[in-house]
């Protein structure tokens, strides 16, 4: 069953760009519309891929984030969409709220991770 969207935040914020040994360790508060703050740390992204999405809110529903985000899709070994700088894209819920994230080694050593956007899942 397809899910309905509602965007909440369409922006992107860079919410880090450092090394990996102090990203894990770390919580990144989040405040989406006018609830509450959402804490995330980003090794509770690991099993979350975006590719892995459309079963859960449909494939109709990822096309939509994918286009109004526009991130980009790269066909070959690992086919899939990518976030800002080419990073991997990631996706947490929190209760109805769908988190979107782009992760990954940017340069050896050098991870980034980006917040792409929440929106709200009926």
Do not use: C, H
Request: no cysteine; proline share 4%.
């Amino acid at each position: 069953m397809e899910k309905r969207l509602i965007e909440l935040v369409g922006s992107t914020t860079k919410l880090f760009d450092g090394l990996e040994e102090n990203l894990f360790g770390q919580n990144f508060e989040l405040v989406i519309s006018n609830r509450e703050k959402i804490s995330v740390n980003p090794s509770s992204l690991d099993d979350k891929k975006f590719k892995n999405l459309p079963p859960v809110i449909g494939q109709s529903a990822v096309n939509t984030i994918a286009e109004s985000k526009r991130f980009s899709y790269e066909a070959g070994l690992f086919p899939g969409y990518v976030g800002t700088d080419g990073l991997d894209l990631r996706y947490l819920f929190v209760e109805n709220v769908l988190l979107i994230f782009s992760i990954g080694e940017y340069q050896p050593a050098r991870y980034k991770l980006y917040f792409e956007g929440a929106w709200q899942v009926n």
